[in-house]
């Protein structure tokens, strides 16, 4: 599985950003997705994850109530609505598609993307 993402780049405080994740070798829907993000000098934080056998939604609580995860089954691409930005969210952000129920922690058998890297200002 190869995972792609983008849609980042400098926001300033308040405004919106749509992350897209492509997905290629597998079939999404045959997936979990999940979104992680990084930010200097930390670890790898938890944004949210759908799960593919459920349909639940998990949002990180930084992110609840401003993030939105969705998924076009056509396009096989995952996508991350991110409203309401404040520089708490400037990080490397990552797609993570898995073979597991949810996508809520790193594994070592999961698939990451190469991050797209988003800066909010204030």
């Known amino acids: 599985v190869q995972l792609q993402a983008s849609g980042g780049g400098f926001a300033q405080a308040g405004a919106s950003l749509r992350l897209s994740c492509v997905i290629s070798?597998?079939?999404?829907?045959?997936?979990?997705m999940g979104w992680f993000r990084q930010a200097p000098g930390k670890e790898p934080e938890f944004v949210a994850s759908?799960?593919?056998?459920?349909?639940?939604?998990y949002y990180g609580d930084a992110v609840k109530s401003r993030f939105t995860i969705s998924r076009d089954n056509a396009k096989n691409t995952g996508y991350l609505q991110m409203n309401s930005l404040v520089p708490e969210d400037t990080a490397v952000y990552h797609c993570v598609a898995s073979d597991n129920p949810a996508v809520t922690e790193p594994r070592p058998e999961d698939n990451w993307g190469q991050g797209t890297l988003v800066t909010v200002s204030s």
């Open positions: 070798g597998r079939t999404i829907s045959t997936l979990s």
């Open positions: 759908d799960s593919r056998s459920s349909g639940i939604i």
